[in-house]
């Protein structure tokens, strides 16, 4: 049976998580309260990757809520994609620094699948800031770590964590949909702007 801090991190979350694919600002203010209840929820379980992400989480959704207001010369920001030779750069690095973390958790903590753990951790962060830039590509990190995160939490005795991340990875490939749509609208848009000029 799931606590009720379980339930209430999966129930805020899940809401943000939608209004992000949605390509609404208000994803921001919801992840908040969901970040500090699952921050709370990891520490109980001893994924201690999990909580260092939630950390993250809650300052970048300041951030995030910033940029996504203000963040193109004072204007909302667009949809953009990002160029695959940075994405690639940066899947690399977040594997390193996953490999790294995991072994530091290994040697000198008690934590529960740290290299795993820690996987979810770095690719979530390189999805988090693809996220506050509004780069269609995060949607393609965010289903890498969610496939990696529902067996985790799942191993965990999280039910109904693994559940909802099970529902993120299908919310994951709505978003890059709609995404998508709203990037092949403005390619056009500017295609149309350019031809009349």
């Known amino acids: 049976m799931p606590s009720s801090l ?6 805020f ?3 943000a ?3 992000a694919a949605r390509n609404s600002v208000h994803t921001w203010s919801v992840g908040l ?12 379980v001893q994924l201690y ?9 809650i300052a970048t959704s300041l951030l995030g809520w910033w940029s996504w207001q ?15 030779y940075g994405l690639l750069l940066a899947m690399l690095i977040a594997l390193l620094v996953a490999l790294g973390y995991g072994a530091l958790l290994h040697h000198f903590t008690n934590a529960y699948a740290p290299f795993i753990d820690s996987l979810v951790l770095t690719f979530s962060v390189l999805a988090q800031l693809l996220l506050m830039r509004r780069k269609l590509e995060n949607w393609y990190c965010w289903l890498l770590v969610n496939s990696l995160a529902v067996p985790l939490f799942a191993s965990r ?6 559940f909802i991340y099970g529902l993120f990875w299908c919310n994951a490939w709505y978003g890059l949909y709609r995404w998508q749509r ?9 295609a149309t702007a350019e031809q009349r000029a």
Request: hydrophobic share 60%.
């Open 70 to 84: 203000h963040g193109q010369s004072g204007a909302a920001l667009f949809i953009t994609r990002t160029p695959w």
């Open 182 to 190: 709203e990037v092949a609208v403005l390619d056009s848009s500017a």
């Open 17 to 19: 998580v939608l209004l």
């Open 33 to 44: 309260v969901g970040c500090l209840l699952f921050g709370w929820l990891f520490f109980d």
């Open 6 to 11: 379980e339930i209430f991190a999966n129930l």
């Open 13 to 15: 979350y899940l809401a």
């Open 49 to 57: 990757a999990d909580v260092t992400l939630q950390v993250f989480f």
């Open 157 to 162: 005795e999280l039910y109904l964590t693994a």
